[in-house]
């Protein structure tokens, strides 16, 4: 049963710290999300790649987070120096990037406290 | 801009009733509407997709409509059961072509034995 999986699945970090999250998408999906999600704002796109290739990261800070795709099999995205406004569950998704529709398969989240 | 509207406010129904959440949305002709389920503390998991040029599509308990004179998608879920709980999301492409989909915040439904 093919699935997306994260880690750490929960992560409790002090102010200013580097936080790295790894996602290691579905074998053969071209596409890899990386989505906050928060009470307030619900889920919010951070960035997402194409064929390892970056194709938006408009909806991320850029001061402190960046995310990359190392190989097929590897998604990071780190926070430096993390925030306490930081804190919330982060998701990774991937999907098969077919052009005409983008169905979303989920991880199960890395939940992120910044005391 | 645009916008997804789902009801803020837990849907709650008894066990066997049909159950029908809403989504809204403005200033847009997305190509496609998603229906997805989350259940606490797990990602989101996809249900159902229907493209603009389709009035209804069925899997199932489920059965999703989307009019998009009203700019608005139906999701049903007949006979519900108590496992049917969760928080369902509705997401639609306002990327203009990329199809990357948008979420909206949800809406929860409890289904009471």
């Known amino acids: 049963d093919a699935r997306v999986t994260q880690t750490p699945r929960d992560k409790v970090t002090e102010m200013g710290q580097e936080v790295t999250m790894r996602c290691q998408p579905i074998?053969?999906?071209?596409?890899v999300f990386w989505y906050r999600q928060t009470m307030m704002q619900g889920l919010e796109l951070l960035a997402y790649?194409?064929?390892?290739?970056?194709?938006?990261d408009s909806g991320m800070p850029k001061d402190r987070f960046s995310a990359e795709m190392p190989d097929a099999t590897l998604a990071t995205l780190k926070i430096q120096p993390s925030e306490p406004r930081d804190s919330a569950v982060y998701f990774c998704?991937?999907?098969?990037?077919?052009?005409?529709?983008?169905?979303?398969?989920f991880g199960p989240g890395t939940r992120l406290l910044v005391l | 801009s645009q916008k997804i509207e789902q009801n803020s406010e837990a849907l709650n129904i008894q066990e066997g009733k049909t159950a029908t959440l809403t989504c809204n949305y403005t200033?847009?002709?997305?190509?496609?509407l998603q229906w997805y389920r989350q259940d606490p503390g797990r990602g989101p998991v996809f249900l159902l997709l229907?493209?603009?040029?389709?009035k209804e599509k069925r899997k199932e308990r489920l059965k999703v409509t989307f009019d998009t004179t009203l700019k608005q998608s139906l999701f049903h879920i007949t006979a519900s059961q108590p496992a049917d709980s969760a928080t369902y999301l509705c997401a639609l492409d306002f990327s203009g072509g990329s199809y990357i989909p948008t979420f909206g915040r949800g809406t929860s439904l409890i289904v009471h034995p």
């Open positions: 790649f194409r064929n390892r290739a970056p194709l938006d």
């Open positions: 074998l053969g999906h071209n596409t």
């Open positions: 229907i493209r603009e040029n389709e």
């Open positions: 200033n847009y002709s997305p190509a496609y």
């Open positions: 998704a991937s999907g098969l990037g077919t052009g005409k529709q983008e169905t979303q398969y």
